[in-house]
Each structure stands twice: as structure tokens, then as C-alpha cells.
């Protein structure tokens, strides 16, 4: 199983800018499928993007779209997820995720098996 360690949330103003990071153990990283999810109280797990294996193919979110960019650096066994242009309904704890094959299939429920601790994002107003 791949541990995940997430850094980089904390405070800005909306219309910042964030950069999420997932740092990854075990040697599996680079042929895995990498997400990140958002989670308010009250409320489920929410999909906010995906990337393959190699990077070659992306997933978002409609109300993220043209603001966040998620990409990775096998070197590195790390995933990022940039966010620009921040609005307050973006605050939430998010996620980062590991996929349980190369791609992603469409079904944020079963293409994942293992989760970080969460990092928190706050978007003032």
C-alpha cells in the first residue's frame, strides 16, 4: 500500500494562489494513477482531479477547471495540485490519493485505495 503525506494548504484570499503537494512511498508510485479530493463537514468526499500514470492524461472537476492543474514528478514520487484563482466554496480539506491501477476509469468511489491525512485549505472572502 502507498503511504501519502500532503503539505501546502493553509490561509489566502480569494483569488490567490495555492500549491498543493503529496509526497508518496513505495516504489509503485510512478506506474499509479494519482487523485486529489476535497472534503467539507457535513459533506462527502468530493473528486477534484486526476492525473495517469505518466502524466499523459487529466481529470477535473467542472467548477475547478481553468483553475486547478494537478501533475506529478515520478522522480520525485510527488503529485501537485495548483490552484489558482481561489474562491471560498474551495475550502475544504483536501486529499491526495492513490490510484489502484494506471489510468483513471471515471469512478472516483473505486479507483483509489489509499489516502493521506489531509491538508486544510481556507478561502477568505
Known amino acids: 500500500q502507498v503511504q501519502l503525506v500532503e503539505s501546502g494548504g493553509g490561509l489566502v484570499q480569494a483569488g490567490g494562489s495555492l500549491r498543493l503537494s503529496c509526497v508518496a512511498s513505495?516504489?509503485?508510485?510512478?506506474?499509479?494513477?494519482m487523485g486529489w479530493f476535497r472534503q467539507t463537514p457535513g459533506k462527502e468526499r468530493e473528486f477534484v482531479a486526476a492525473?495517469?500514470?505518466?502524466?499523459?492524461?487529466?481529470y477535473y472537476l467542472d467548477s475547478v477547471k481553468g483553475r486547478f492543474t494537478i501533475s506529478r514528478n515520478n522522480a520525485k514520487n510527488t503529485v501537485y495540485l495548483q490552484m489558482n484563482s481561489l474562491k471560498p466554496e474551495d475550502t475544504a480539506v483536501y486529499y491526495c490519493?492513490?490510484?489502484?491501477?494506471?489510468?483513471?476509469?471515471?469512478?472516483?468511489?473505486?479507483?483509489?485505495?489509499?489516502w493521506g491525512q489531509g491538508t486544510q485549505v481556507t478561502v477568505s472572502s
Open positions: 490519493a492513490a490510484g489502484t491501477r494506471s489510468y483513471y476509469s471515471g469512478n472516483p468511489g473505486s479507483d483509489f485505495g489509499s
Open positions: 513505495g516504489r509503485t508510485f510512478s506506474s499509479l494513477a
Open positions: 492525473i495517469s500514470w505518466n502524466g499523459g492524461s487529466t
